[in-house]
């Protein structure tokens, strides 16, 4: 298989071949090299406020806690029992004094210096009079880091730091998520849909010309008012298999509360914050996983508004996927900006949203279509040769760093996608 895939991909001739779409054995280095290494995405730090307080996630097939102790740190853990492996926190959520495990009834601590220690076990002394090796019994620990309230983690000790790992990307990250003090409005959605994790990640890099095709009747039937599909904006390829494209406006008017306008400015820089006034969409992946969106805004109750989500793709099986959707707010917006952004984050971008139902039947259709491509005796290729030679922009005509070029049409960060990704898989284990 690595042999194939080494002969097949060919990301900088704008051709990958149809049966890494959906093939098992691809999936399965995924896991191992992928998500057994890399930074992931998590939740936000309000979602743990306070010490005690931990959320369930998934980095790939693993289930982990993420906790905050008393010192406000965050760590994480395998959501495992040291004893005999069984969930410890069965909950989403939860504030609790300690885990204990609902099979025999081992404790784990989740709070400060305690947070993943082993605390104790039932009749412990009668059942262990020899005693038992508390350190050989700690919660097996992520690494773990935070950017801008963004909890990461990774199961790699020797890897890059999530500050390497994120690069160019926390500049589009700070007009997201540092601009303000941010918060998570309840808790994140989980569906599934059914597609190999790879196909919603690409698409959110590097692909905004679908939307005029496959989300047209939503501007047609002016269900989303406002919102246009137009060539306007830029597409980057930020490096490290990160991708985004940006819609901007030349109106005068920024979308944004102007009651949050002092907190922008003192968390942004001059750059930053006249971008954050053009932005009128902004859609993009960070490798391998983790997706972000402004969606367009659009008009509610005449008034404009838009939204922040946050997405996580979690492998299942070469053709299933659980999707994390979060919503995200700044904490000191005016109520109305509250109001109406949960409604169009609803509408549009959620298990309910109408875009999400277009973009799903399509990556359920490629996937069915892969499994059909896998079994061919001639290698089936797929089309990435989108804008292979466009010129790049500079500093004066487009703040952001990365490789920016002008318009929508190009696939470039795409490619750069699937050559991290090749390089991953082909990656001997560390
Ligand atoms: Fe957790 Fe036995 S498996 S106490
Ligand atoms: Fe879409």
């Not at 057994?36 to 790939?60: A, Y």
Request: include cysteine.
């Amino acid at each position: 298989l690595e042999d194939r895939l080494r002969k097949t991909v060919q990301p900088e001739q704008g051709r990958i071949p149809f049966f890494t779409y959906t093939d098992p054995g691809v999936h399965d280095l995924e896991i191992e090299r992928i998500f057994g290494r890399d930074w992931q995405f998590l939740g936000h730090v309000s979602e743990v406020p306070n010490p005690g307080s931990f959320v369930t996630r998934r980095m790939g097939r693993e289930n982990v806690i993420v906790g905050r102790g008393d010192d406000s740190v965050v760590r994480v853990f395998l959501n495992a029992c040291r004893h005999r492996g069984m969930t410890l926190a069965c909950e989403d959520f939860g504030e609790v004094n300690n885990w204990r495990c609902p099979y025999h009834g081992f404790t784990f601590g989740s709070k400060g210096d305690f947070l993943g220690t082993f605390m104790g076990a039932p009749f412990e002394r009668v059942a262990y009079p020899e005693g038992l090796d508390r350190d050989a019994l700690h919660l097996i620990e992520a690494r773990c880091e935070i950017y801008q309230g963004l909890i990461f983690a990774t199961w790699s000790k020797s890897g890059p730091s999530l500050d390497d790992h994120l690069g160019n990307v926390k500049w589009y990250l700070d007009l997201l998520v540092g601009k303000a003090e941010m918060e998570v409005v309840g808790h994140p959605e989980r569906w599934m849909v059914p597609t190999g994790w790879r196909l919603p990640a690409e698409n959110f890099t590097s692909d905004a010309y679908h939307t005029a095709t496959a989300h047209s009747f939503l501007s047609r039937l002016n269900m989303v008012k406002g919102a246009d599909f137009g060539r306007e904006g830029y597409h980057v390829n930020v490096g490290n298999g990160h991708g985004l494209g940006v819609g901007v406006h030349f109106d005068e008017e920024s979308y944004f509360p102007k009651e949050l306008e002092d907190e922008y400015r003192a968390n942004l820089d001059e750059d930053q914050f006249r971008m954050l006034s053009r932005i009128k969409n902004l859609h993009g992946n960070a490798f391998p996983n983790f997706t972000f969106l402004v969606p367009n805004f659009i008009e509610v109750e005449g008034r404009r508004v838009t939204g922040l989500m946050l997405r996580t793709w979690q492998p299942v099986a070469p053709n299933q996927t659980q999707v994390w959707s979060w919503h995200l707010v700044e904490k000191n917006a005016p109520e109305w900006w509250k109001k109406l952004g949960k409604r169009m984050y609803t509408q549009t971008f959620s298990s309910s949203g109408m875009f999400d139902q277009d973009d799903t039947e399509v990556w359920e259709a490629q996937t069915r279509m892969s499994d059909a491509a896998l079994y061919r005796e001639e290698e089936v290729f797929l089309h990435y040769g989108m804008g292979m030679d466009l010129p790049t922009l500079d500093k004066s005509e487009f703040p952001g760093p990365g490789d920016v070029y002008d318009g929508k049409f190009s696939e470039e960060a795409g490619r750069t996608f699937y050559r991290v990704w090749l390089d991953r898989l082909l990656e001997a284990k560390k």
